[in-house]
């Protein structure tokens, strides 16, 4: 077990150069930024500890932000613009989705109006108030697809916390799974931090990122602090998150 008396460490010391491949930084389209002033103040927020390069993935939820590939790029064209603007020109990024299994992801999935993260990656999500009831079938859509799915955050969902083993059973599927960095403070809750320092041990998570959609989260982030073993676990996801996706 990850052991809480060792020393601790500021984790946004060891996070130049990382790519954040979830987070919610594009302007007026979901609940992350509400202008584009604000995405441009993250992103001041997160070049002070190394981070400059970003896949912005807003959420595609059916009758709550029922973006398109559209929507995106164009609040991504407004983003890049205020970046030029600002001369910003070492920030890299570019535009995907979090897309939420609903009983509409089916039907965009099969349009091909899923945003995807360098080509065949695709973010999924689910509620948090329950599971999505045709999760297992949108699954094998997206591999018939030619998608590898990525479960983002799978340490939130509190339905799972005392099944350990459908986590075991997604990953059979082939289901890659993204953690949030701060899931490793109590920012969530304690039961969420503790299943998130379980499937770091257990070896299951692929991927890291932020999951920032606002300036408190982002200060939130610069506090986290956690022992060298954990440490070494979440350098080793980082870096596989950087050569997947640089």
Request: aromatic fraction near 12%.
């Given at each position: ?7 601790k ?6 996070l ?29 927020g ?5 981070v ?8 595609i ?18 983003l890049?613009?205020e ?90 599927q ?15 809750g ?13 070896n ?5 990122a ?11 982030l610069?506090?986290i ?22």
């Amino acid at each position: 077990m990850f052991h809480f008396f060792s020393k601790k460490i500021y984790l946004v010391d060891y996070l130049e150069g990382f790519i954040d491949i979830h987070n919610h930084i594009l302007p007026g389209i979901d609940d992350g930024a509400k202008t584009v002033e604000e995405s441009i103040a993250l992103i001041k927020g997160f070049s002070e500890f190394g981070v400059k390069s970003f896949v912005a993935t807003p959420h595609i939820m059916h009758n709550y932000y029922p973006n398109t590939p559209t929507t995106i790029e164009n609040s991504l064209t407004a983003l890049k613009n205020e970046l030029l603007k600002n001369n910003m020109k070492d920030i890299s990024i570019e535009a995907s989705a979090e897309h939420m299994i609903d009983d509409n992801f089916e039907t965009i999935l099969e349009a091909r109006e899923v945003m995807s993260i360098r080509k065949n990656y695709l973010l999924i999500e689910m509620s948090y108030l329950q599971p999505s009831i045709n999760f297992d079938i949108a699954i094998q859509k997206i591999a018939t697809a030619r998608y590898f799915p990525i479960f983002a955050h799978p340490e939130r969902y509190g339905y799972l916390h005392n099944d350990f083993e459908k986590y075991l059973k997604y990953k059979e599927q082939g289901i890659m799974f993204q953690m949030n960095l701060l899931s490793l403070s109590e920012y969530y809750g304690k039961e969420v931090q503790k299943t998130a320092f379980k499937l770091l041990e257990n070896n299951l998570i692929d991927f890291i990122a932020t999951d920032v959609h606002n300036i408190r989260q982002l200060n939130s982030l610069k506090d986290i602090k956690v022992s060298q073993k954990v440490l070494d676990k979440i350098l080793y996801v980082m870096e596989n998150t950087i050569q997947s996706f640089y």
